[in-house]
């Protein structure tokens, strides 16, 4: 071993030897932060100061990343025959704009136009001197005006000067890893995660890419996650791969990342019946299931179920996705949420037609969910998950609504839940629902991208 290393050494010195191929192999590193973004009008005389800086390691030298994409460089920015370069940066200006129109979906009309701009100054002493500027302007055609890089937003300028920083490593082709502190920070919600689309497909397979961030819309996988954690002077900070070790403050952004992914998942079916809570979807499933039974017409099992969490949240998850994703809702009459949904249908935040009302349903006034089983079996199911003894004789005729009569009756509040998780549970017996032509249907639409709300009973013969 001792001559294999004779043999690469030579009569040199082994330590600078070593030293000379171990940085050999580390790669470059690049650190990129708002101090070193774009300004929007730069005199180029100025870009000749420090011309060795690191890539993105100041303005001047984001803007000089810019001159080498446009193949020129600061003396013929200075030459007075610099027009010649102008067809260059329009060139430049263009690939900035389609990348930046790839990764800024929050405006994809936005374009980047860098000009060369010349200023005639005099001194004190009357002798006069031409300045040339690099003038970075943006171009709204959304609403058709144009103004200087520098009043855009934060977010939009830190962005842009990042791509034109970064490209200068890409040209390069050295291993590189790629340090950010807090990217993104200026940016919503949407946009970050544009940014984090550009992580993936352009800064990972050019790099390792190590980022810090409190914000949960930088979280990807959460596999990838380190969270490192401040535990105080006795044991300093602590870096940790798992989420159950780490205190509630910074399993927070962990937490809100998991919940964003939980409700856009969520919200992934094309057909999507919204409903006040869990006793409905109980309720439904059951019905279905019994009406099948019998030969009759259940719920259509390409729908899915969502609970709002209570009539009151039925308007917002309305509100927020009714133009977004399918959604039907299927509601109580007479509830809080009623109102508010009425109010989201007048403001055409959701279709008519999309609001289903167990009342039309039952071609009563008022019903609930629970209207949908015949007095007798709900009174069963009421009985014996409260362990009362109500009888259908006892309850007066005054309202439709079986909850109003029980109420109408003395019976005290309780929970819809506790007769509703009691149907569900598996009965070896079990009387028949309602099976005649007040059955599920469906609202009364023309849009035809979704099935009714109930399925025919199969065909006479068939399994």
């Known amino acids: 071993m ?96 389609r990348e930046m129109k790839a990764y800024w979906s929050t405006n994809p009309e936005l374009r980047i136009k860098i000009m060369t701009e010349p200023e005639t100054v005099a001194d004190a002493r009357g002798e006069r001197s031409v300045i040339r500027y690099l003038n970075f302007r943006v171009e709204d055609r959304k609403h058709d005006f144009t103004n200087n890089f520098s009043r855009r937003s934060s977010g939009y300028r830190w962005f842009f000067s990042f791509l034109a920083a970064f490209s200068e490593f890409e040209s390069r082709g050295e291993d590189v890893v790629i340090l950010l502190d807090e990217p993104g920070l200026t940016l919503h919600a949407k946009a ?65 990342a998991l919940g964003y992914d939980l409700s856009q998942n969520l919200f992934i079916g094309e057909r999507n019946l919204l409903v006040e809570g869990p006793s409905d979807l109980a309720y439904l ?26 009539s009151s949240n039925v308007p917002t998850f309305v509100s927020l996705l009714g133009r977004k994703v399918s959604v039907t809702v299927l509601l109580d009459s007479g509830v809080e949420g009623a109102g508010k949904v009425e109010a989201a249908m007048n403001a055409n935040k959701i279709d ?42 006892s309850l007066s005729e005054h309202h439709d609504r079986i909850l109003k009569r029980l109420e109408s009756a003395g019976e005290p509040k309780f929970d819809h839940w506790r007769p509703a998780e009691l149907a569900a549970r598996p009965r070896p017996r079990g009387r028949v629902v309602r099976n005649d032509a007040r059955q599920l249907r469906g609202p009364r639409r023309e849009d035809k991208r979704d099935p009714p709300l109930t399925t025919p009973p199969p065909h006479p013969g068939r399994e």
Do not use: C
């Not at 071609?363 to 009888?391: C, K, M, P, W």
């Open 352 to 393: 008519s037609d999309r609001v289903v009302l167990v009342s039309s349903v039952l071609q009563q006034n008022h019903a609930d969910i629970e209207d949908l089983f015949a007095v007798e079996d709900y009174l069963a199911l009421y009985n014996e998950a409260l362990g009362r003894s109500i009888t259908a004789e």
């Open 2 to 97: 001792l001559a294999r290393i004779s043999a690469v050494v030579g009569t040199g010195d082994l330590e600078a030897v070593a030293n000379s191929i171990v940085l050999a192999r580390i790669p470059k590193f690049f650190l990129f932060s708002d101090y070193q973004s774009l300004e929007g009008r730069v005199d180029v005389a100025t870009l000749r100061e420090d011309a060795d800086e690191q890539p993105g390691a100041s303005p001047r030298q984001t803007a000089r990343a810019l001159l080498k994409l446009a193949n020129t460089d600061v003396n013929a920015m200075a030459n007075s025959n610099f027009e010649s370069s102008t067809a260059e940066l329009e060139s430049v200006s263009n690939d900035l704009s």
């Open 192 to 256: 970050q995660r544009d940014f984090m689309r550009f992580i993936n497909e352009r800064l990972a397979p050019a790099g390792q890419v190590i980022y810090t961030t409190h914000s949960p819309f930088m979280v990807d996988q959460i596999e990838r996650v380190r969270v490192v954690e401040d535990r105080g002077e006795d044991i300093g900070s602590v870096t940790s791969s798992d989420a159950l070790e780490v205190g509630e403050d910074s399993a927070f952004p962990l937490q809100a």
């Open 285 to 310: 499933d059951l019905l279905s299931r019994a009406l099948r039974k019998v030969g009759g017409v259940g719920l259509d099992e390409r729908w899915r179920i969502l609970p709002a969490g209570g």
